[in-house]
Structure formats: C-alpha cells, structure tokens
C-alpha cells in the first residue's frame, strides 16, 4: 500500500488560515469517508484532529477543519496560532483487508 | 486516564530479536483493535500490524514472516514480536488503539519506543 501524497512544508503568519493536501487513490481516500488527520509536536506521539473526513473529537479547536473532494482530502487550520506550528498527518482506511495508510506529514510554521 | 505504555526496545543486530510491550490502562485491550505504528526518524508514520477484537490480526508486507502481534488478556497487554531483524526496521514503535468510536482513526497513543537494528 503506497503512501498517502502530502506537501512536505506549510505556512502562514498567525490569524491566517492554510489548506494541508492529502493526495490518495481511488482505493483509499476516494473510496472512504475514514480520513483522519494527527497533529504531532517535537518529540510528542501523534495527537488525533480530525476523523471520518470532517469530524473533531471533543477538545479539539473549531479552527481546524477536514473535507475531501475525490482522491484528496485536505485539513485547514483558520486563524493560525503559535502552538498549531507541527507537523500534520493524514490518514486512509484502505479496505477490510489493509492496514490503512499514512501520508507523509507536512511540516506547518507559523511565521 | 488511558494510558499505554510501551517497553522492550533496544539496540539489536541484524538478524536478531526483540519482544516489544504495551502496558494498557483505563482500556480492555482485549476489547479494542489495538496495533503497532512506526516512525522512521524524521519521516512518516506506518501501520506495521493491528490486532482486532476477534483476534484477526494483520502485518505489513515488509514484516510478513518475520513479526507476530499478539495479545496477554488477562496482563492487558499487547506484543509485537519481532524476528530477523534488518537495518530498515529501525524506528520508534508506537502502541495505539484504533478508535472504537471514530471509524479507523488511532484516538489513543503510547509514548513509543525505539528500535535500533545496527551491527
């Protein structure tokens, strides 16, 4: 299973909003509404944003938002703070018999 | 609070084994699809096998023959197994649950870690 197509690098300067892409196939991304995004702090496990395309579980702020059109799905982060500076993974469910698929992760500075 | 705690990485040769560990609280690990994701130091993330409530359980392809994930009920914990070790398995190995509530997604993280194969 081949990963998911990320842009290594984002940014933006605070209050700004910027678009991360998750590029797939038909056979993960355009096939399921099960993306999911992480967002990973220096030397920190990966902390779960965003789930089935769109939804935040509880705790997570308004300002990040997921959507999906075809094979790619993309998370934004609107009124960009300090402390969204990470690095953001995507994720696919690929099938009842895979193991799901990761992107590459895209680094986000806030200038 | 859940939590997971992984232990048994290490420096290991080429060729050789370690058993890693995840120490499960505040969640029956028996009762969730429970897994192994690796990091390659400053690259992405990767599923290297899951374990589901049935007792399914997958592999990548790169550790198919050589890993084996298994699971200790009444420990609550999870293993992962791992056999001919080669240089390429080197990463951080983090335990994570698969969300019983949001589909496919890992809502749960251990700490991770580290497995350095090198002769």
């Known amino acids: 299973q081949s990963a998911l197509t990320q842009p290594p690098s984002a940014s933006g300067s605070p209050g700004q909003s910027v678009t991360i892409s998750c590029t797939g196939t038909?056979?993960?991304?355009?096939?399921?509404?099960?993306v999911s995004w992480y967002q990973q702090r220096p030397g920190k496990a990966p902390k779960l944003m965003i789930y089935?395309?769109?939804k935040r579980p509880s705790g997570v702020p308004d300002r990040f938002s997921g959507s999906k059109s075809g094979n790619t799905a993309s998370l934004t982060v609107s009124g960009l703070q300090a402390e969204d500076e990470a690095v953001y993974y995507c994720?696919?469910?690929?099938?009842?018999?895979?193991?799901?698929?990761f992107g590459g992760g895209t680094k986000l500075t806030v200038l | 609070e859940v939590q997971l705690v992984e232990s048994g990485g290490g420096l290991v040769q080429p060729g050789g084994s370690l058993r890693l560990s995840c120490a499960a609280s505040?969640?029956?690990?028996?009762?969730?699809?429970m897994g192994w994701v690796r990091q390659i130091p400053g690259k992405g993330l990767e599923w290297v096998s899951i374990?589901?409530?049935?007792?399914?359980?997958y592999l990548a392809d790169s550790v198919k023959g050589r890993f084996t994930i298994s699971r200790h009920n009444s420990k609550n914990t999870l293993f992962l197994q791992m056999n001919s070790l080669r240089l390429e398995d080197t990463g951080l190995f983090y335990c994570?649950?698969?969300?019983?509530?949001?589909?496919?997604?890992?809502?749960?993280w251990g700490q991770g870690t580290t497995v350095t194969v090198s002769s």
């Open positions: 374990i589901y409530v049935s007792g399914s359980t």
């Open positions: 089935e395309v769109t």
């Open positions: 994570a649950r698969q969300s019983p509530s949001y589909h496919y997604a890992v809502d749960v």
């Open positions: 505040g969640l029956t690990v028996s009762s969730n699809s």
């Open positions: 038909s056979s993960d991304v355009g096939s399921y509404n099960y």
């Open positions: 994720s696919s469910y690929a099938g009842s018999n895979s193991l799901g698929v």
